[in-house]
């Protein structure tokens, strides 16, 4: 343990012993919090080159970004934003909390867990640094569609191709580790059955992650040997089909999307029944629409190509499969709105950004049926329409739903209350931002705005106007949460071991900050609901 | 085939929403009715879409809103202790499916039809290019490029813009009313996709593809739309216009079109047959260089970094007129240097050619005739 080697070699510099006890930890906190930190940071990276973004976009013509440099702002915020926030962010809490809910002593897999963390640096490094090159950063959209990003792509192409590979690898083992530690270390009498729900939705979203990264690798590693290699996978030059990367490329990422949003139904799940003071309702249909919804999503990833001059057929059966996933979606809010009916609920930060995440994260849902239709889809495919859609379902979904979690566990972890009335203020400002950003960009893309456009036609100046102003106050609002957690993890009023007046679960039974080490002895399962009124 | 409870709601709500389209609102916030009988058919499935997931909004938020107010721990200090209801699970199951089946009747039918591309009047192959669209007409034999004709001092907000800033093109697509029109569409370098949503047509242009879609357009006009596909630097300056004629001036037009393309060659005949000098050519050549390749290289030829090079004291506008002549003519595999040969006349390219070669400092003094660029072809 890098704690104990500490003590035994006092006379190290305080800068060597930190270092090391960050490089070298393998303690599931420690590396929680280095993926809550990277991520965190990569938040506000990548949401700065979302601001350069809305800034050309505020009025048409050329002002702060030329084209090429404008494509490379939507690209790396799309990946910085899907593989370096929301995955990693999501991993942070599953380290933190998936061995203190099953009642482990850390993750089954320890040393693989600090190498699956610390392969990220690299990665991103890798990303980040073709900003600085010669013929600039990736500029094909995060969807990297070939042959724009093979034949056409700049050279810092295989230095993206590199990243991807390396994001994929840490995702792999963080992914192989979770399943491990949910498979075996659960403490005894947790069946699967009666593990709490983000454990669940961590488990398969764990398996979405080995099923899918494999096939993003492969289909990188063909544009690697496309564009060296004299293979001709994509270029219709050769013989190769530029469609077949697009068929690999949402092969792994319709299953993708699911991943940056089950943990967030787990998170919600584990909040509002808290702050309802109830049950939470139908947990067994919760489990099964979540193993239907990760089931569906591999049979789906055409409904982003109906353009593509796909067969009617194949048009048919997806448009109906991806109807289909409304259904299991719709039973979770149902039951998420059932928990709170009749509950006795107060409205805490979490709660507000969980209610948030369920209400916003519909609206997603319902423009995500609209475009299942796919007569409809030929006008709303590659519009504003779209980026309004997976907007609504990432931001108020995936960020609101880690958002949530952090506040609902940061007690836990610093051992301090937040400022409650600064989280509040946060959410009030947020959600008012999200709205402002997002909503209208469902008018501009009804009315014809292409999406990745770096300017446009005057009739859609008005509502890119109010988007740009909502993000810049979306932008800001993320300061404010900034000096929330930090202002919490430097004092504050002391947590009690159980926080939330009805929460419940293993992590909920140890004391406030938990300590380093925990479950060293395994708990009783289920907690006796005594240990609950003695606070 | 819709359940009562979806045909109500929809009445009502549709005709909210169709109130509301008539209104000046629609054209920037809604999808347009369009010029097709299939556009009309997607506009009405959007809106009987739309209108389903706004009755089942108002039902769950209204639902969960009135819950946060009637069942907030001041109100309701106890909670209740429910946690399971195999019958709830059933029935919120069940009716969203039918609610699905009854979106996917409509859908499936209005999709057959846009799919069945059998029996067209008239054939257009569309390519596209970085960034410019290519219009072939089938049936008659002849094409030609179309391209923004935007200025580039509107788009650097050094002039106000006009009305159809970044939507306008120099050589509008040309189509008659009332003619199935089929649309083939292929690219010629990276993926491009062509839309005009008067149309409801948004069809992607694949490199080594030809994909299939059709219009029978009602009424006359001039529409617009743009390129949807993210295709590099300039993908938002690859509009698409399409000027819709009744039948029998469409039919006048695609005459006039087949004579002026005898009178051009006719002219071109003409160009080769005379010495032109640096004068002349330079004029023309400038003109040249402005509308086709100084998005890339810039205007004063100093190109972009490593991604487009500088022409001024390059490599090959400096060295030897036949490579130069080459490289223009037949551009480089595999880049964005496009082959220019098809695209430009023999006396343009001989005027760029000796614009480069005389512009930008690189001042070699030497000119190239249209005659031996028809020579090298
Ligand atoms: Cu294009």
Avoid at chain 1, 147 to 170: A, E, K, N, Q, R
Avoid at chain 2, 220 to 246: N, R
Avoid at chain 2, 247 to 266: K, N
Wanted: aromatic letters at 14%; charged letters at 15%; proline letters at 6%.
């Amino acid at each position: 343990m890098a704690v104990t080697a500490d003590h035994a070699i006092p006379n190290r510099s305080p800068l060597i012993a930190f270092l090391s006890r960050w490089l070298l930890t393998t303690n599931h906190k420690e590396i929680g919090t280095l993926y809550l930190c990277l991520s965190f940071t990569l938040f506000f990276i990548a949401g700065a080159m979302a601001m350069v973004i809305r800034l050309e976009l505020f009025q048409p013509g050329i002002q702060f970004a030329e084209p090429l440099f404008y494509n490379q702002m939507v690209t790396m915020h799309g990946l910085l934003m899907v593989f370096g926030v929301v995955m990693p962010g999501f991993v942070g809490l599953a380290n933190w909390l998936i061995p203190m809910m099953i009642g482990a002593p850390d993750m089954a897999l320890p040393r693989l867990n600090n190498f699956s963390f610390w392969i990220l640096p690299f990665a991103f490094g890798l990303l980040l640094s073709t900003l600085f090159m010669e013929g600039g950063a990736p500029n094909f959209g995060w969807t990297f569609y070939a042959p724009l990003s093979t034949t056409y792509g700049p050279p810092s192409t295989d230095f993206f191709i590199l990243g991807v590979h390396l994001m994929g690898i840490s995702s792999v083992l963080g992914a192989i580790n979770i399943i491990v530690t949910i498979f075996n270390l659960r403490v005894e009498g947790m069946t699967l059955m009666k593990m709490p729900l983000f454990v669940w939705t961590w488990l398969i979203t764990a398996f979405l992650l080995v099923m899918v990264m494999p096939v993003l690798a492969g289909a990188v590693t063909m544009m690697l040997t496309d564009r060296h290699f004299g293979t001709s996978f994509f270029s219709a030059v050769g013989g190769g089909d530029p469609v077949l990367f697009q068929h690999v490329f949402w092969f792994f990422g319709h299953p993708e999307v699911y991943i940056l949003i089950l943990p967030g139904f787990g998170i919600a799940s584990q909040i509002i029944p808290t702050f309802a003071r109830k049950k939470l309702f139908g947990y067994h249909s919760m489990v099964y629409a979540t193993i239907a919804i990760a089931v569906l999503s591999f049979v789906v990833w055409g409904h982003h190509m109906f353009t593509t001059g796909m067969p009617l057929a194949a048009e048919l059966f997806v448009m109906y499969a991806t109807m289909l996933i409304a259904v299991p979606t719709g039973v979770k809010v149902f039951n998420w709105v059932a928990t709170m009916w009749r509950g006795s609920m107060t409205f805490e930060t979490p709660m507000l950004f969980a209610i948030g995440f369920v209400i916003l994260f519909t609206i997603g849902g319902f423009s995500g049926l609209m475009l299942a239709l796919v007569p409809v889809d030929f006008q709303y495919h590659d519009t504003f329409f779209v980026v309004a859609h997976f907007h609504y379902v990432l931001y108020p979904g995936a960020i609101f739903g880690i958002m949530s979690a952090v506040y609902y566990w940061l007690p836990k972890w610093t051992g301090n209350m937040y400022d409650e009335r600064l989280g509040k203020l946060h959410f009030w400002i947020a959600i008012v931002a999200v709205n402002m950003t997002f909503f209208p960009m469902h008018f501009l893309g009804l009315a014809g705005m292409p999406r990745r456009i770096v300017d446009y036609s005057l009739q859609f100046a008005d509502f890119n106007m109010v988007a740009s102003i909502g993000a810049g106050m979306l932008g800001m609002s993320q300061l404010l949460f900034l000096y929330i957690v930090v202002k919490c993890i430097r004092g504050g009023e002391k947590a009690s071991s159980r926080v939330w007046d009805s929460a419940e679960g293993l992590e909920w039974t140890l004391p406030s900050p938990a300590p380093l080490h925990t479950f060293t002895t395994p708990p009783k399962f289920p907690t006796p609901e005594e240990d609950y009124q003695h606070e | 085939m819709t359940s009562l409870i979806n045909r109500r709601c929809r009445g009502l709500i549709v005709s909210i929403l169709l109130a509301f389209s008539n209104s000046a609102f629609a054209a920037v916030m809604d999808l347009r009715p369009g010029v097709t009988d299939i556009s009309r058919r997607i506009l009405q499935l959007h809106h009987f879409s739309l209108a389903i997931c706004v009755v089942m909004a108002v039902l769950v938020f209204g639902a969960m809103f009135y819950s946060m107010y009637a069942h907030r721990r001041s109100k309701h200090p106890k909670p209740a202790d429910f946690h399971e209801s195999l019958l709830v699970e059933i029935i919120w199951t069940a009716v969203p499916v039918l609610i699905l089946i009854g979106l996917a009747i409509p859908a499936t039918s209005a999709l057959r039809e846009i799919e069945d591309n059998s029996n067209p009047d008239l054939t257009i192959l569309i390519t596209g290019s970085q960034w410019k669209w290519h219009y072939q007409y089938l049936d008659a034999d002849f094409g030609y490029y179309s391209n923004m004709s935007t200025p580039a001092e509107q788009i650097n907000n050094l002039e106000p813009k006009g009305r159809n800033y970044i939507l306008e093109v120099d050589n509008a697509l040309v189509l008659p009313t009332n003619k199935k029109v089929r649309f083939l569409t292929t690219s010629d370098d990276v993926i491009h996709s062509w839309w005009v949503p008067d149309f409801a047509v948004k069809q992607d242009a694949i490199p080594g593809y030809i994909n299939e879609a059709w219009a029978r357009i009602e009424v006359p006009g001039l529409f617009q739309g743009q390129c949807a596909e993210l295709c590099g630097k300039d993908h938002a300056y690859m509009p698409i216009e399409v000027e819709v004629l009744p039948e029998e001036e469409f039919d006048q037009w695609i005459l006039d079109q087949l004579l002026a393309i005898e009178l051009a060659s006719g002219q071109a005949v003409a160009d080769r047959a005379r010495t032109w000098t640096l004068a002349e050519l330079m004029d023309i050549g400038q003109t040249v260089f402005i509308d086709n390749c100084a998005t890339c290289h810039e205007a004063d030829g100093s190109g972009q970094g490593s991604t487009y090079p500088a022409l001024a004291g390059g490599e090959i506008p400096t060295g030897p007129m036949q490579t130069h002549i080459e490289r223009v003519m037949s551009g480089s595999v595999d880049t964005e240097m496009q082959a220019w040969a098809p695209q430009l006349s023999d006396l343009e390219l001989a005027s760029v050619i000796t614009y480069e070669r005389n512009a930008f400092g690189n001042d070699l003094g030497d000119i190239v005739q249209p005659l031996t660029i028809f020579e090298s072809r």
